[in-house]
């Protein structure tokens, strides 16, 4: 709804709708009722409208939209026309976010102020529309056509130094945004208004050229994203267009991406990405009933290629670090690193120079271990090897505060054992960050059987903190982001031995819109990595693995990654691996016939008999492994809801959005679907262990309920 009061002459119209006044019905309909009040009161000669509490407005309400139904009139269009066509000025009084449809209402307003903190954007494309009440319309009349694409297919948020610059902001105030606004509001009561309404005024010439540039730049830059390109048609249209023609054009374009998969799958990851920091405890504790402790310091052991991407991420989000390594040239190739990662993040306008220099100045390299004595919390960051960590959290025990938490960057190792080497397991925690970790937004946060609820809630709370996506997960072999890439994985190879090339396979899913194929990643990894892990794992177990291994335990394997390293063929650092590189660290992949040549050798050796395979089987089975895999952590609870996995997906793996992430698609599939295949599969494949069909799954695939419905379903029925 919306408030409205008088001060004086002037009619302060305040939206509300907590936590960010989203432009509700109820919203829209009292703003459009308080507009009309104000302009028929004889009493009142301008008007301001602020929004309730931190924001202004974070634009339409986004559920509104639900699987394309059209919202309810009045529009947000209906509601502001009268700002439009009011004789008293209307002031956008603008703290904290006025996005999307709130920057709308503000566009409407004759004028616009803002605090130093405030921040306005588009962010429509990253929920799959566009700005559909003139945002694509207005813009480019206030701040040229360029400037509006740049903002508008990007989504970013503009900070009020940038947005006064810009000529959004009129005047950038102090904090107290009400008093500032009825204070402005009076000072441009009587100035002529004709100039002050967008609508009004004249649009650049543009030549068609901009647009086809920028057709090819979005093509490329949001891969596979169709909301992008419906920005340029709209705001192309608002250059060739007269006003009114124009508005009707964003409309119809804003209707058909409202309908559209893309979008519902997109807003699905918005609100996925919401549910998934709602995290709990087998014990019942949540995000609700446990509070974080401060982190006012921090520190980071080892300045390894992870521990510097994480020190990284702590000063940047203005967190004084103590980053340690045992040997002085280390921390220095280390800080070398970050210096250079810094100097990327200026040239990307991600950060002023001077932003950069400070983030730095936070930053204290050490050789002595004893410099963690008085951080808050830790992150350990060294080479995956049990003893050694132990040796470490030992050592942290002895040092640091007894309230100080422990959190270990591992990606595979027990979080209870490491912790058994402390005598605080319950502020022993699991941090495991994704390469490269100041660019990855995935933070899976990884509880042991004693991890205390105030731990878990201070680790999500410093994932959000420091700009990463924190997921809660238990512990199991590989934790859950890693265990779903190995069916992934081994599902490729096997499809490599029977007949498709690793250059089919990588095509077909960059196609459905992965950034990179399985066989790139690898050997943008190191396929070295795997063949150690390998090694030792069968060493633990007793078993002798060799090239014409074909069987562990009953179950089928494929060796031929071992094949290529045993060539010498690691990957990028050894500038051939799957794809030929011309030369160590060169990063253009190129198909290479000598690979196809050691996979004919393979499939000769073992008598496999290659065939012709479909993409869509390609796609099927790749995803589906996973898939299944998937469901098998949510029925053993390692996570707690599918929005977790597929969480993990968009933002550890880079899963479209567009997509929804691996649960959404097998929700848009339907379970039968999907169950039913993944069946066929397992008999057709019985060595395959990861095609043995999730128990969850089968059960969730006879009732046929939404992805919404799962989490209750799987709480409400413990035997699922
Ligand atoms: C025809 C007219 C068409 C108009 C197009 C639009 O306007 S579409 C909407 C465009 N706006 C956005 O995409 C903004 C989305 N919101 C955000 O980016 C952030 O929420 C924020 C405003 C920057 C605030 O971030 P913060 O971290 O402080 O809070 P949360 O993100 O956790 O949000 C708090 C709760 O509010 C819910 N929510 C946020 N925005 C909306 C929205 N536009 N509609 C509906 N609900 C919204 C969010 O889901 C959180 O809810 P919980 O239940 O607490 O999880």
Same mark, same amino acid.
């Given at each position: 709804m919306?408030?409205?009061?008088?001060? +004086?002459?002037?009619a302060v119209?305040?939206l509300?709708?907590?936590?960010?006044n989203a432009?509700?019905?109820?919203?829209r309909s009292?703003?459009?009722?308080a507009?009309k009040?104000a302009?028929? +009161?004889?009493?009142v000669k301008?008007?301001?409208?602020?929004?309730?509490?931190?924001n202004?407005? !974070?634009?339409?309400?986004?559920?509104?939209?639900g699987?394309?139904?059209k919202?309810q009139?009045p529009?947000? *269009?209906?509601?502001?026309?009268?700002?439009?066509?009011?004789s008293k000025?209307?002031?956008? !009084?603008?703290?904290?976010?006025?996005?999307?449809g709130g920057?709308?209402?503000a566009?409407?307003?004759?004028?616009r102020?803002?605090?130093?903190?405030?921040?306005?954007?588009?962010?429509?494309?990253q929920?799959g529309?566009?700005?559909?009440?003139?945002?694509t319309?207005r813009?480019p009349?206030?701040?040229?056509?360029?400037?509006?694409?740049?903002?508008?297919?990007?989504g970013r948020?503009?900070?009020a130094?940038?947005?006064?610059?810009l000529g959004?902001?009129?005047?950038i105030?102090?904090?107290?945004i009400?008093e500032?606004?009825?204070?402005?509001?009076?000072?441009?009561?009587?100035?002529d208004l004709?100039?002050?309404?967008?609508?009004?005024?004249k649009?650049e010439?543009?030549?068609?050229?901009v647009?086809?540039?920028?057709?090819?730049?979005?093509?490329?830059?949001?891969?596979?994203?169709?909301?992008?390109?419906?920005?340029?048609?709209?705001?192309?249209?608002?250059?060739?267009?007269?006003?009114?023609?124009?508005?009707?054009q964003e409309?119809q374009?804003?209707?058909?991406?409202?309908?559209?998969?893309?979008?519902?799958?997109q807003?699905?990851?918005f609100?996925a990405?919401?549910?998934?920091?709602?995290?709990?405890?087998?014990?019942?504790?949540?995000?609700?009933?446990?509070?974080?402790?401060?982190?006012?310091?921090?520190?980071?052991?080892?300045?390894?290629?992870m521990g510097a991407?994480?020190?990284l991420c702590?000063?940047?989000?203005g967190?004084?670090?103590?980053?340690?390594?045992?040997?002085?040239?280390?921390l220095e190739k280390?800080?070398? *690193?970050?210096?250079?990662?810094?100097?990327g993040?200026?040239?990307?306008?991600?950060?002023?120079?001077e932003?950069?220099?400070?983030?730095?100045l936070i930053l204290k390299?050490?050789?002595?271990?004893?410099?963690?004595?008085?951080v808050?919390?830790?992150?350990e960051?060294?080479y995956?090897?049990?003893a050694?960590?132990?040796?470490?959290f030992?050592?942290?025990?002895?040092?640091?505060?007894?309230?100080?938490?422990l959190c270990?960057?591992t990606?595979?190792?027990?979080? +209870?054992?490491?912790?058994?080497?402390?005598?605080r397991?319950?502020?022993?925690?699991?941090?495991?960050?994704?390469?490269?970790?100041?660019i990855?937004?995935?933070?899976?946060?990884?509880?042991?059987k004693?991890?205390s609820?105030?731990?878990?809630?201070t680790?999500?709370?410093?994932g959000?903190?420091?700009?990463?996506v924190?997921?809660?997960?238990g *512990?199991?072999?590989?934790?859950?982001?890693?265990r779903?890439?190995?069916p992934?994985?081994?599902?490729?190879?096997?499809?490599v031995e029977e007949g498709?090339?690793?250059?089919?396979v990588?095509q077909?899913?960059e196609d459905f819109?992965?950034?990179?194929?399985?066989?790139?990643?690898?050997?943008?990894?190191?396929?070295?990595?795997?063949?150690?892990?390998?090694?030792?794992?069968?060493k633990?177990?007793?078993?002798?693995?060799?090239?014409?291994?074909?069987?562990?335990?009953?179950e089928?394997?494929?060796l031929l990654a071992?094949?290529?390293?045993?060539?010498?063929?690691?990957?990028i650092k050894s500038g051939?691996?799957?794809?030929?590189y011309?030369?160590?660290?060169?990063k253009?992949?190129?198909p290479?016939?000598?690979?196809?040549?050691?996979?004919?050798e393979h499939?000769?050796?073992?008598?496999?008999?290659?065939q012709?395979i479909?993409?869509?089987?390609?796609?099927?089975?790749?995803?589906l492994?996973?898939?299944?895999e998937?469901?098998r952590?949510?029925?053993?609870g390692i996570?707690?809801?599918?929005?977790?996995?597929?969480v993990?997906?968009?933002y550890?793996?880079?899963?479209?959005?567009?997509m929804?992430?691996?649960?959404?698609?097998?929700?848009?599939?339907?379970l039968?679907n999907?169950y039913?295949k993944?069946?066929?599969?397992?008999?057709?494949?019985p060595f395959?262990?990861h095609?043995?069909?999730?128990?969850?799954?089968?059960?969730l695939?006879?009732? +046929?309920?939404?992805?919404?419905?799962?989490?209750?379903?799987?709480n409400?029925?413990?035997?699922?």
């Amino acid at each position: 709804m919306a408030n409205y009061t008088k001060r +004086d002459e002037v009619a302060v119209i305040e939206l509300n709708n907590p936590p960010v006044n989203a432009l509700s019905f109820e919203v829209r309909s009292g703003l459009q009722n308080a507009l009309k009040s104000a302009i028929d +009161d004889q009493d009142v000669k301008c008007i301001v409208i602020h929004g309730k509490g931190k924001n202004f407005s !974070a634009g339409a309400d986004i559920k509104e939209f639900g699987a394309g139904t059209k919202q309810q009139k009045p529009w947000i *269009t209906d509601a502001c026309r009268l700002a439009d066509e009011s004789s008293k000025p209307v002031v956008a !009084a603008i703290a904290g976010t006025a996005l999307g449809g709130g920057l709308e209402v503000a566009l409407f307003c004759h004028y616009r102020i803002g605090t130093p903190s405030c921040r306005v954007g588009f962010p429509e494309v990253q929920i799959g529309i566009l700005p559909g009440a003139g945002g694509t319309q207005r813009l480019p009349r206030l701040i040229g056509v360029n400037s509006s694409i740049d903002m508008i297919t990007s989504g970013r948020h503009v900070m009020a130094e940038e947005a006064m610059k810009l000529g959004i902001l009129d005047k950038i105030v102090t904090e107290d945004i009400i008093e500032e606004g009825v204070k402005f509001a009076k000072s441009v009561v009587g100035l002529d208004l004709a100039h002050r309404i967008l609508k009004n005024r004249k649009i650049e010439a543009v030549s068609p050229k901009v647009f086809d540039d920028e057709i090819s730049r979005v093509k490329k830059k949001y891969k596979g994203y169709i909301a992008p390109l419906f920005c340029l048609k709209a705001i192309q249209a608002s250059v060739q267009l007269p006003y009114d023609a124009s508005m009707e054009q964003e409309l119809q374009l804003f209707q058909h991406l409202v309908g559209s998969n893309q979008a519902k799958a997109q807003q699905y990851a918005f609100f996925a990405e919401r549910t998934s920091a709602r995290w709990q405890l087998p014990t019942g504790a949540n995000s609700q009933n446990a509070s974080p402790l401060p982190v006012k310091t921090a520190g980071v052991i080892g300045a390894g290629t992870m521990g510097a991407g994480i020190a990284l991420c702590l000063i940047t989000s203005g967190i004084p670090t103590v980053l340690v390594e045992q040997d002085q040239k280390f921390l220095e190739k280390g800080i070398k *690193t970050m210096e250079g990662d810094l100097r990327g993040s200026v040239a990307l306008k991600k950060m002023t120079a001077e932003q950069a220099k400070k983030a730095m100045l936070i930053l204290k390299p050490s050789v002595n271990f004893e410099d963690l004595h008085d951080v808050d919390l830790v992150i350990e960051a060294v080479y995956e090897n049990l003893a050694l960590k132990k040796e470490i959290f030992a050592k942290l025990d002895k040092i640091c505060q007894p309230q100080t938490i422990l959190c270990t960057n591992t990606s595979s190792l027990d979080i +209870d054992m490491i912790a058994e080497a402390t005598k605080r397991m319950d502020k022993v925690v699991g941090t495991h960050f994704f390469a490269p970790a100041y660019i990855m937004k995935l933070q899976e946060n990884v509880y042991g059987k004693n991890t205390s609820a105030e731990t878990v809630a201070t680790v999500m709370a410093l994932g959000r903190r420091i700009r990463k996506v924190p997921v809660l997960v238990g *512990t199991c072999e590989s934790f859950a982001a890693n265990r779903m890439l190995h069916p992934y994985v081994t599902e490729a190879l096997y499809l490599v031995e029977e007949g498709a090339s690793p250059y089919e396979v990588d095509q077909v899913l960059e196609d459905f819109g992965m950034p990179m194929g399985m066989f790139r990643v690898s050997d943008l990894s190191g396929l070295d990595i795997g063949y150690k892990v390998r090694r030792e794992a069968a060493k633990r177990q007793g078993i002798d693995l060799t090239l014409g291994t074909r069987f562990v335990n009953g179950e089928r394997v494929c060796l031929l990654a071992d094949v290529l390293v045993e060539k010498g063929r690691l990957g990028i650092k050894s500038g051939k691996g799957w794809y030929n590189y011309g030369s160590p660290g060169k990063k253009e992949a190129i198909p290479d016939p000598e690979v196809l040549d050691i996979i004919e050798e393979h499939c000769r050796k073992f008598g496999i008999k290659k065939q012709k395979i479909s993409s869509q089987e390609i796609l099927e089975r790749m995803q589906l492994a996973l898939i299944n895999e998937g469901f098998r952590i949510l029925e053993e609870g390692i996570v707690s809801k599918p929005e977790d996995i597929d969480v993990i997906w968009i933002y550890g793996f880079g899963w479209p959005k567009y997509m929804g992430g691996p649960m959404f698609y097998a929700n848009e599939m339907k379970l039968k679907n999907v169950y039913r295949k993944i069946c066929d599969f397992h008999q057709k494949y019985p060595f395959s262990i990861h095609w043995t069909p999730s128990k969850l799954l089968a059960r969730l695939s006879e009732t +046929d309920l939404p992805i919404s419905n799962w989490t209750s379903l799987i709480n409400s029925n413990s035997k699922l």
